[in-house]
Structure formats: structure tokens, C-alpha cells
């Protein structure tokens, strides 16, 4: 629930209706009014002057091809978004950045804190502001999530970050194990650990992308898992959920960083790299 005193305080500078949002925010994140205020801050003050962007550290035609060693750290990722996923360097694990803090989750299914000096060799980030929100209402059966993401979009030519916090009668995530530099992909995620979830409260985080960004991004929907208590998940492979409040948002921009490292100056990066990438996501 949220802090009682926290929220006394700030019934004197806010209105109702924000009071009300922040504390609903709250309940639902875990995340202290601080820390929320702070990144609805950020997030205003970044895209004043950037815009509103999907932020890549490299292409993701490099990591498929074996390069899992960057220079590109948590700190610089947090600079372009308080959202989104990504892993580390050595592949090791699959990172969730949720209300702007970092998870990192391993290939036994837990979940680890992320000091902001760790290093990524990919990332995918904005910062989180939906244009529309949709509640799914407990049926007593179950949502088919592909299917519900797929109308709820508009234009599948377009960037979407996609969060949906609710209870899913089913979840099954994987989790990529650490992997030696210059191994691909395809290779580094045959034998990846699977988890299941059973009528379990979480949050999905992620993309869709569109089919003709597959050098620079995976194309379609992308998203990884946290449970509620936030100490499990994965790699999104399927999902049906009861309930969920859905929330979407329009991203017009794509920035994308090109790392300096000798393995990304030297590297052959003309390979189609579509039918590698496409195995090592499902």
C-alpha cells in the first residue's frame, strides 16, 4: 500500500486528481511517490528536449552474430529511458528495466539487482509515457495476449512500447544462459532454461517492432516478465492472462547507437540475419 505520511504531505502540493494517480501508481509499482515524482521529472525534462524515441545501444544484427562484450554501462542506458529490456555482457541473463530500476534475470529464473557500472552489449529503452490505457476484466477463462496486442495497435509500420501489469493464468518465460564472446546466437540459445507461471500476479515490459527493423531490433512483440514480488521471470514465450490494465504508447523516433569496439568495427554485418534471429527469440 502506499505510505500514508508520504502522501499527507503531498495532499498540500498536489491536486485530486494527480494525488489520486500517484497513489494508485504506487500500489500497483511497489515504487515509493519519490522515486515516481523523480521519473515523471526525468521523463519530462529528457523529452522536452529529445522527443519521444525508442533508444537502441547497438543494432541487434550484433548480437546475433556473437558479440556480447560492449562498453555501453546500465548508467549510460538509464540516460535514454526508465523502460524497457535488453541483457548483458557475456548474454548473461535478460534485463527488464521497469520504473526506472534495472533487473537482472538469471538463467535459474531469479532475479538480481544491477549496479548502474554493469555492462550491456544491448539494450532497448524509452521513457514510459502510454497514450492509452486498456483494462482486460476477469472473464473466468483466459486472454490470448498476441491476439488482444494485436488489435489494440494501430498501425503495425509503427514503433510501441507495451507494459501490462495483472494476473496471468499462465506465463512461460525462458532465460538465456551466459555465453562466451563471438558464439552466436542461434547457437548460445538451444538449450535455454523454461519457466512456467501459474495464476500469478506480474508485469510484462516491451516492443512491438515493426518486420522491416529486424537488422536493428526483433522485430513483432518482444517483451520480457516480472512477477509481482519482483523476483522471477524471463524472456516472454507465452501467456495467457485473467485480468490486466494494458498500457501502449506510440514511439515516432528510433535512436540508435554504434558501438567503437574493435569486434563491432571489424565485424561483417551485411549476413541476413532474420532467420537466426527469428529461431533464438522463440
Request: proline share 4%; glycine share 8%.
Amino acid at each position: 500500500m502506499a505510505d500514508s505520511e508520504e502522501i499527507t504531505e503531498l495532499e498540500f502540493l498536489l491536486s485530486y486528481d494527480i494525488l489520486t494517480q500517484l497513489t494508485r501508481a504506487m500500489e500497483r509499482t511497489g515504487c515509493s511517490a519519490a522515486d515516481l515524482i523523480e521519473q515523471a521529472l526525468r521523463q519530462f525534462l529528457v523529452n522536452k528536449d529529445k522527443g519521444n524515441a525508442v533508444y537502441l545501444s547497438a543494432p541487434i544484427n550484433a548480437l546475433v552474430e556473437g558479440l556480447y562484450v560492449e562498453n555501453t554501462t546500465i548508467a549510460q542506458v538509464k540516460q535514454h529511458g526508465d523502460f524497457g529490456l535488453g541483457t548483458f555482457n557475456y548474454l548473461d541473463g535478460e534485463m527488464l528495466l521497469l520504473d526506472g530500476k534495472v533487473y537482472q534475470i538469471r538463467s535459474d529464473g531469479n532475479v538480481y539487482d544491477v549496479p548502474d557500472d554493469e555492462k550491456s552489449p544491448f539494450a532497448c529503452v524509452t521513457f514510459f509515457s502510454p497514450d492509452t490505457f486498456d483494462d482486460i476484466q476477469d472473464t473466468g477463462g483466459s486472454h490470448d495476449l498476441t491476439t488482444l496486442l494485436d488489435n489494440l495497435i494501430p498501425s503495425k509500420n509503427m514503433l510501441y512500447a507495451i507494459r501490462i501489469d495483472g494476473t496471468f493464468s499462465h506465463v512461460r518465460c525462458r532465460a538465456v544462459p551466459r555465453s562466451e564472446n563471438y558464439r552466436p546466437l542461434v547457437e548460445a540459445t538451444k538449450d535455454q532454461p523454461i519457466f512456467d507461471f501459474h495464476d500469478v500476479r506480474g508485469s510484462l515490459a516491451g516492443f512491438y517492432t515493426p518486420g522491416f527493423m529486424e537488422s536493428l531490433n526483433a522485430p513483432g512483440f518482444h517483451l520480457h516478465f516480472l512477477t509481482g514480488d519482483r523476483r522471477r521471470g524471463g524472456h516472454l514465450m507465452a501467456c495467457s492472462l485473467k485480468e490486466a490494465r494494458i498500457g501502449i504508447q506510440h514511439v515516432p523516433r528510433l535512436e540508435v547507437g554504434l558501438p567503437v569496439t574493435l569486434d563491432y568495427l571489424t565485424t561483417d554485418m551485411t549476413r541476413d540475419t532474420g532467420k537466426d534471429l527469428e529461431k533464438a527469440e522463440k
